[in-house]
């Protein structure tokens, strides 16, 4: 492998990756009430008009708003009262002129009623009449029938992501299942000589292989499914064995480690010998993670990140959760919560790369302000410690104290 190798900014990088990714075919059928985070395979309108029967929007009476016309406190209009609206039955009482019936919030308007008195606007009168002491308009105090939603209109469309509002939605209108996207595949190898489980204590040179397990859950939050596969050494066939499996078993492949220009590092290697197009980018003009990889192999994205976990953390949310959510269905990138802050340090830089660094936020005076974490691009701690990462543009050489800059949240 060369020793060198030309960059290309994240944009153009993702565009080389971008036209082989399709919304995967399968589709599952869930339960509605178990479809939080699921992307939708089909546009759904409502089946029925919400409300189905004109209801009170409030404790009240029920009038003919017309009984009520220039009712005011010195001159109240008085209305027979002749039963009561329980709530989830049926109105049996049906009003005739100058007539109420008490009625609760939600309770189905009776038959000739057309508006809703509120209780501070009237007086009882030994429980056999009420005086109105303001007159009521039309339709004040009631949702009428579809006011929520009519039948046939649209409640959400292909590729929307399903939210807890949606989904109480849905099973408010009756739509007790749905048919989603299957969830996308992710295959995550470890490479290296170096590292040990989680559970084991390290030897001298040794690291325990915290990536694999960062990187699921990266990707679980995605909305996809992780497969952790093993350790895989720094051998070529065993790596190449791994990957060739891993396009067979799952939908998205990532490599962690093997991407850098060592003479030890094989996954561009691997990945062009298992067929085309292979290797599309080596080498995003980022930091950290400028030896990233992009390849498309066997009809399956395949990503070589590097092994320091910052940089493993930051090139996934960069690339690998946006192929997840193309792969998904989504319509749309879920929406980055970015905000601004001021820089309480000088954060130096190189023009033509862009460059990510973790932050601790804090308020001072009303004010957002971002300050700098700095470490090596192994050191997960400065992860830990911020609460969001600052972007340097491509095209800056820093960004000086004092300075409005955007923060990427965790």
Same mark, same amino acid.
């Given at each position: 492998?060369?020793?060198?190798? *030309?960059?290309?900014?994240?944009?153009?990088?993702?565009?080389?990756?971008?036209?082989?990714?399709?919304?995967?075919?399968?589709i599952d059928t869930v339960a509605t009430?178990?479809?939080?985070?699921?992307?939708?395979?089909?546009?759904?309108? /409502?089946p029925v008009d919400v409300p189905h029967?004109?209801?009170?929007?409030?404790?009240?009476?029920?009038?003919?708003?017309?009984?009520?016309?220039?009712?005011?406190?010195? %001159?109240?209009?008085?209305?027979?009262?002749?039963?009561?609206? =329980?709530?989830?039955?049926?109105?049996?009482?049906?009003?005739?002129?100058?007539?109420?019936?008490?009625?609760? *919030?939600?309770?189905?308007?009776?038959? #000739?009623?057309?508006?809703?008195?509120?209780?501070?606007?009237?007086?009882?009168?030994?429980?056999?009449?009420?005086?109105?002491?303001?007159?009521?308009?039309?339709?004040?105090?009631?949702? &009428?029938?579809?006011?929520?939603?009519? &039948?046939?209109?649209?409640?959400? /469309?292909?590729?929307?992501?399903?939210?807890?509002?949606?989904?109480?939605?849905?099973?408010?209108?009756? %739509?007790?299942?749905?048919?989603?996207?299957?969830?996308?595949? $992710?295959?995550?190898?470890? =490479?290296?000589?170096? %590292? $040990?489980?989680?559970?084991?204590?390290?030897?001298?040179?040794?690291?325990?292989?915290?990536?694999?397990?960062?990187?699921?859950?990266?990707?679980? &939050?995605?909305? !996809?499914?992780?497969?952790?596969?093993?350790?895989?050494?720094?051998?070529?066939?065993?790596?190449?064995?791994?990957?060739?499996?891993?396009?067979?078993?799952?939908? $998205?492949?990532?490599?962690? !480690?093997?991407?850098?220009?060592?003479?030890?590092?094989?996954?561009? @290697?691997?990945?062009? /010998?298992?067929?085309?197009?292979?290797?599309?980018?080596?080498?995003?003009?980022?930091?950290? #993670?400028?030896?990233?990889?992009?390849?498309?192999?066997?009809?399956?994205?395949?990503?070589?990140?590097?092994?320091?976990?910052?940089?493993?953390?930051?090139?996934?949310?960069?690339?690998?959760?946006?192929?997840?959510?193309?792969?998904?269905?989504?319509?749309?990138?879920?929406?980055?919560?970015?905000?601004?802050?001021?820089? *309480?340090?000088?954060?130096? /830089?190189?023009?033509?790369?862009? @460059?990510?660094?973790?932050?601790?936020?804090?308020?001072?005076?009303?004010?957002?302000?971002?300050?700098?974490?700095?470490?090596?691009?192994?050191?997960?701690?400065?992860?830990?410690?911020?609460?969001?990462?600052?972007?340097?543009?491509? &095209?800056?050489?820093?960004?000086?104290?004092?300075?409005?800059?955007?923060?990427?949240?965790?």
């Amino acid at each position: 492998m060369p020793q060198l190798f *030309t960059v290309l900014t994240p944009q153009q990088a993702w565009s080389k990756l971008e036209p082989y990714l399709s919304p995967l075919e399968r589709i599952d059928t869930v339960a509605t009430s178990e479809g939080l985070g699921r992307v939708l395979v089909e546009d759904i309108s /409502s089946p029925v008009d919400v409300p189905h029967f004109p209801r009170s929007a409030m404790d009240g009476y029920a009038v003919r708003a017309v009984d009520t016309h220039g009712a005011s406190e010195g %001159l109240p209009s008085y209305l027979k009262l002749v039963g009561e609206i =329980t709530m989830g039955r049926p109105a049996t009482v049906a009003l005739s002129a100058g007539e109420a019936v008490l009625i609760h *919030t939600g309770g189905m308007l009776p038959p #000739g009623a057309d508006a809703v008195v509120m209780l501070e606007n009237t007086r009882d009168i030994d429980g056999s009449g009420i005086e109105v002491v303001r007159a009521a308009a039309r339709g004040e105090n009631v949702i &009428q029938v579809g006011e929520d939603m009519l &039948q046939g209109e649209p409640l959400l /469309s292909r590729g929307s992501v399903l939210r807890p509002q949606d989904i109480g939605g849905l099973l408010s209108v009756g %739509l007790t299942k749905v048919y989603v996207y299957g969830r996308v595949k $992710v295959a995550l190898i470890p =490479t290296g000589d170096e %590292l $040990v489980s989680p559970e084991e204590d390290p030897g001298m040179g040794q690291i325990r292989n915290t990536n694999a397990y960062a990187l699921s859950a990266m990707a679980f &939050q995605s909305g !996809a499914v992780p497969i952790r596969m093993g350790i895989v050494r720094d051998n070529y066939d065993a790596l190449k064995q791994a990957v060739q499996a891993a396009v067979e078993m799952a939908d $998205v492949v990532v490599v962690s !480690a093997g991407s850098s220009v060592s003479a030890r590092d094989m996954t561009a @290697d691997v990945v062009n /010998s298992l067929g085309e197009p292979g290797v599309l980018v080596h080498g995003v003009a980022l930091r950290p #993670g400028k030896p990233t990889i992009i390849a498309f192999v066997g009809g399956k994205p395949v990503f070589g990140l590097p092994g320091n976990p910052a940089s493993a953390m930051i090139t996934f949310q960069l690339f690998v959760v946006p192929a997840i959510e193309r792969l998904g269905g989504r319509s749309r990138e879920a929406g980055r919560l970015e905000l601004k802050a001021r820089a *309480t340090r000088n954060i130096p /830089s190189t023009p033509g790369r862009e @460059d990510f660094i973790p932050v601790r936020l804090e308020e001072r005076d009303g004010e957002l302000y971002a300050e700098p974490v700095f470490g090596k691009s192994n050191m997960m701690f400065a992860l830990m410690r911020g609460d969001g990462v600052a972007v340097v543009p491509l &095209q800056k050489a820093g960004i000086a104290v004092g300075e409005t800059l955007t923060v990427r949240l965790f």
